[in-house]
């Protein structure tokens, strides 16, 4: 994250105790011309420290995701599936997508919430929307395009609930283009963490990676699916926090590490030279790896009885950047993170319904011992 030079950070401590000072005051009192306080102002909107005409402050904190709003319907078959002949399932509707999830499961663990994505003005959309608004998750930049089907991924689950295929129909996504992006950007650079999908086309998520170095926010990706990592750039300097599942990590290194705890290690440490500064990876009951310039840590599964993986990953991510924005360490937050995956997956739903900080407090004790040394979120 770029460093604020001296007159900047007056500038912003001015405009804070006095946002209706005019650039000439301003100048004034800082002992520079007006001119140079409007270059400044300027700069510090591009970079997301002001937001806008009447230098409105950011809120600190705030968290904001792109990508994915999706309709998931969900197939669970009653007995083994069989390939080529109607198999006998039941059938639910639930609002999914990546980003989505990580945006609900935020506002339920008290985030302050913005989210970025593209839907219909059919009926799934309104939903979708209304749904999230009732969460608490500021959707005032999602576009809503009267020509287009909102996403839809439906999941063909196992009786456990393992994944047998998935079916996403996501062309809406294609409008989350670098200029939609540009046209909302005064929300998305102003945010503390930024966390974007691989539903994003290429071209978006490389701006964005592009574009972090010189923001104030920090950077994290998920791959979404082994299809859609492919969008990712080959060189992942800019991204802060790459989280990915092995499956993810195998297609885009285009090699097979071994499953297990040491191919994770192997996997984690490609993404990382690759230029992630860190990388969360997971593979289900083999736990989490997590990797930051300075160690290597392994985070072991929270034993659970599932009944639907749908949506746990994601609360994993949600868990994560909701407990390490908060100061905690990187692993710290993984290891709550990882409860919140394990928890999501004891429920049919993709977002855990009594998901709160008290819950998650009063599960604790379904994780071991607690590791206390690591890395926190560097914040401005
Ligand atoms: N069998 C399981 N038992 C308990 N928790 C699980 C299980 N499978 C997945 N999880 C939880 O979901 C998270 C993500 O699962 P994983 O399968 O690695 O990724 P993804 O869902 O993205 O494919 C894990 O970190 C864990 O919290
Ligand atoms: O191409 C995509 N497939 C699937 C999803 C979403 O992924 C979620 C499930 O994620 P996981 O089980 O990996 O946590 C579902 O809600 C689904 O809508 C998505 O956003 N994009």
């Known amino acids: 994250m770029p460093e604020l030079s001296q007159i900047e950070l007056s500038l912003l401590r001015l405009i804070r105790e006095d946002p209706f000072a005019g650039q000439q005051e301003m100048a004034h009192r800082l002992g520079i011309s007006r001119p140079a306080v409007a270059a400044h102002v300027m700069r510090l909107t591009e970079r997301g420290h002001i937001l806008g005409r009447g230098y409105v402050l950011p809120q600190e904190g705030r968290i904001v995701a792109i ?6 319907r969900k197939y669970h078959a009653r007995a083994p599936l ?50 999230l608004r009732e969460r608490g998750v500021d959707t005032a930049h999602v576009l809503s395009l009267p020509d287009q089907r909102t996403a839809e991924y439906a999941a063909i689950l196992e009786p456990g609930g393992d994944l047998a295929y998935g079916i996403a129909d996501m062309a809406i996504f294609d409008a989350l283009t670098p200029e939609m992006m540009d046209s909302v950007w005064p929300a998305v650079a102003s945010a503390s963490l930024v966390f974007a999908d691989c539903n994003l086309p290429a071209a978006t998520l490389a701006a964005l990676i592009e ?63 690759a230029g992630a500064a860190a990388v969360v990876l997971s593979c289900g009951t083999l736990g989490v790896v997590v990797h930051t310039k300075d160690a290597v840590s392994h985070v072991p599964v929270v034993e659970a ?23 905690d360490t990187l692993v710290e937050a993984v290891r709550k993170g990882a409860l919140i995956g394990s928890l999501t997956t004891e ?32 914040r401005n």
């Open 67 to 72: 990508g994915g709003a999706v309709i998931d």
């Open 347 to 378: 429920t049919p739903a993709s977002v855990h319904p009594e998901l709160s900080t008290d819950f998650v407090e009063a599960c604790l004790h379904r994780l071991g011992p607690s590791v206390t040394n690591g890395d926190h979120l560097v």
């Open 211 to 273: 574009k972090r170095p010189r923001s104030r926010f920090s950077l994290a990706v998920d791959a979404v699916s082994t299809p859609k990592v492919a969008r990712l750039p080959r060189e992942l300097k800019g991204i802060d926090l790459l989280f990915m599942n092995f499956d993810e990590a195998c297609a885009w290194k285009n090699c097979i590490f071994t499953r297990d705890i040491k191919g994770m290690m192997d996997a984690a440490n490609a993404l990382h030279e």
């Open 82 to 131: 069989i390939a080529g002949t109607s198999n006998p399932v039941e059938g639910t509707r639930s609002f999914g997508g990546v980003a989505r999830n990580v945006a609900e499961n935020l506002a339920l663990l008290g985030a302050s919430t913005g989210f970025v994505s593209a839907v219909g003005t059919d009926e799934s959309g309104r939903d979708l929307l209304r749904h």
């Open 305 to 327: 009885n599932p009944v639907d993986m749908t949506g746990a990953g994601d609360a994993m991510i949600a868990g994560t950047l909701n407990f390490y924005s908060r100061n």
